[in-house]
């Protein structure tokens, strides 16, 4: 049976539907998403929810002249459906495939990049500002935010400017009450009472004249104080004062997942000229019963879907994993746990990601020491210097992308007034299929120009929870980066112990070459030190431990026994480790500069796609590593004498 998807190609398909033809395309949205996602994995929940949003909104839209954005782009598969990309849905995170967020460069429809949240909104007040002023052509300019971006600080600042500006553009504010976990802080409880209570800002109208009849001259004393406390009174009953008090025109509660009212508000809302909200609620994985009714924790577990987790629209069965290193994430979580009974200053801060950095288990052990400040890493930065301040030993777990959004805090409020605030940046390295807006490949580089900082990098997950305790009693601000996925399968300690600050180890001994490895470096440079002495050359390997401050000591002696030093980290080249170390030789008194190889990432931002296969391309492998120190070190002759 043909259905009516397959006859939409571009988003002007939707446009001669009716409303009951729009829902059914909705639907079918959502069941190709449950078929496609459930077996390749990728983000899932969001998408579900946003299916109807998509369809309304390109239903009156005409794009790309129009312009729609999609905060985050983890809600943008139906989107990306409806623009021409359905037969390539398939492909989505894989290397070669779809992008896993909108990128321009992908299509046209999409206008702007995402992958971290709250800045949809600040991009369409200069879209539509620029179409105002800029002589392009003008069109309809809307953002779908979700409730959990919209704790993003960025996202207020955007709202302060267009409802001062008054510019003409459409904010649906897409709330299920989750981000990836559920959502935290006053401005979550605010927009929850709403969304539970629709019948509320239906009532706001008719609040004013019921205060004028109420009894005993209480309504006549209304009357006569005037319209300043009515409207006080109205504010405390009614929601969408805080928008309309900033200028912008409030619509809501819209069922989210009924298209017929989405398209009703968005016509109304078009035809207003100036700032609008719509706000829709919605279910995160609607259409999908263990997640739709599944409570949060059924939300939170289907926020996204592992490949083959979905057989006929239904989970598949669990199989029996492999025995396997327990995740970095998890080891970081359980060690967290450990420092705070053994030092009750220590806490633990996330920016909703409590799961992701494995402080839910701190959350659970230690409620009262854990601390979720939602999407908002600015202010968990500033929150975990008062804490400092006070004499508490904080640490703010972030993934390594995500803290670049607080560089300003880390520079000004942490390390200039040296405070005891530790960062932990989980997914350092290449991440996989999130792609290049969730790398973290840029945290060496921009840390490490930063005074009074301390840097280090664990090679296995022992190491990992030896720096977390070294970080916490160095008194002043550390950092220590770890990548996603699994350990390499060491034992881990009993207890934790110090490790001298600045200081490397020598883990094999070796001539000619020395091997320099920083993080997941050092494993790389391993499995290189392998296969060169399969081909008779036995080569140092040493473990940097410290970016900052490096071993000098350490990097003299492998200098002066070895003709080359090679350094090998999974970041950025331009500013990293192997940029300290080059570094360190050339200040004056350090003596004759070594030759020195650097192996690490290209001066470019790197696709999506498996790790190994994204290794790969950029010659971050065993292999490539071992080839390039052969090319330095062969003779004419190809020989190593």
């Known amino acids: 049976m043909t259905s009516l998807l397959d006859r939409i190609d571009r988003p002007q398909d939707l446009h001669g539907l009716s409303d009951d033809e729009l829902q059914k395309v909705a639907q079918e949205v959502r069941e190709l998403l449950i078929d496609t996602v459930g077996e390749i994995g990728g983000h899932f929940g969001a998408n579900l929810g946003a299916c109807e949003i998509a369809v309304a909104v390109h239903s009156l839209l ?35 495939g779809l992008a896993p967020f909108c990128t321009p460069a992908e299509s046209e429809h999409d206008t ?87 019948g509320l800002w239906e009532a706001r109208e008719g609040v004013e004249e019921k205060l004028t009849k109420l009894p005993a001259g209480i309504g006549a004393a209304f009357e006569r104080l005037g319209p300043r406390l009515k409207e006080s009174v109205k504010a405390f009953w009614a929601p969408g004062l805080w928008w309309e008090e900033l200028d912008w025109a409030y619509m809501g509660v819209i069922d989210g997942h009924d298209v017929r009212a989405l398209r009703r508000a968005l016509k109304a809302a078009f035809e207003a000229e100036r700032p609008v909200v719509i706000h829709c609620a919605t279910v995160k994985g609607k259409g999908f019963a263990p997640a739709e009714n599944g409570g949060l924790e059924g939300m939170e577990k289907w926020h996204a879907a592992k490949p083959k987790s979905i057989a006929q629209r239904r989970p598949a069965p669990s199989r029996p994993a492999a025995p ?56 968990a930065i500033l929150f975990a210097a008062g804490l400092a301040l006070s004499g508490m030993r904080p640490v703010a777990a972030i993934y390594s992308t995500f803290l670049q959004r607080a560089f300003d805090q880390i520079v000004h409020d942490v390390c200039l007034q040296k405070l005891p605030v530790t960062f932990a940046m989980d997914r350092a390295g290449l991440v996989g299929d999130d792609g290049p807006t969730h790398h973290g490949v840029f945290d060496i580089a921009y840390l490490r120009m930063l005074p009074n900082i301390t840097l280090m990098a664990p090679r296995d997950e022992a190491m990992l929870v030896h720096m977390l305790h070294t970080a916490l009693q160095i008194g002043g601000p550390a950092a220590l980066r770890y990548p996603r996925g699994a350990g390499v399968g060491v034992e881990l300690p009993a207890a934790p112990s110090l490790i001298p600050v600045g200081t490397g180890e020598v883990l094999r001994h070796g001539e000619r070459v020395a091997l320099v490895g920083y993080g ?7 499995g290189a030190a392998d296969l060169l002495a399969e081909r008779g050359l036995d080569v140092t390997v040493a473990d940097a431990r410290f970016a900052k401050p490096l071993d000098a000591a350490l990097l003299a002696s492998l200098a ?40 690490g990432l290209p001066d470019r931002y790197v696709t999506h796609g498996a790790p190994a296969l994204l290794h790969e391309e950029v010659g971050f492998t065993a292999e490539s590593i071992a080839a390039r120190v052969e090319s330095a070190v062969l003779d004419p002759r190809g020989s190593f004498a």
């Open 112 to 198: 702007m990049g995402a992958g971290h949240a709250s800045t949809a909104i600040g991009y369409a007040v200069g879209i539509k500002e620029a179409m105002l002023h800029g002589g392009i052509p003008d069109g309809k300019v809307v953002s779908v935010v979700g409730d959990g971006a919209m704790t993003g600080g960025v996202a207020f600042e955007a709202v302060s400017q267009a409802g001062g500006l008054g510019t003409p553009i459409v904010v649906i504010l897409n709330d299920n009450g989750m981000s990836i976990s559920p959502n935290v802080g006053a401005l979550s409880r605010y927009l929850n009472r709403v969304r539970l209570d629709p």
């Open 62 to 96: 005409d794009s790309p002249r129009d312009k729609v954005l999609w905060d985050v782009g983890h809600q943008a598969y139906p989107h990306k459906v409806l623009t021409g990309r359905r037969q390539e849905l398939g492909t989505i995170r894989k290397y070669g």
């Open 560 to 599: 002066a026994e070895h003709d080359l030093l090679v350094t090998v980290e999974e970041a950025q080249l331009a500013g990293g480790f192997g940029s300290a170390v080059w570094e360190s030789f050339s200040e004056e008194g350090a003596g004759v500069a070594p030759r020195i190889l650097r192996v």
């Open 324 to 379: 396997a290193p327990p995740q970095y994430t998890q080891v970081f979580g359980e060690a967290m746990v450990r420092e705070c009974e053994r030092d009750p200053r220590v806490v633990g801060i996330t920016a909703a990601m409590n799961s992701g950095t494995g402080l839910s288990i701190l959350q659970k052990a230690l409620p009262d020491r854990y601390f979720d400040v939602g999407i908002a890493e600015q202010q």
């Open 520 to 526: 997941t470096g050092v494993g790389k440079a391993l």
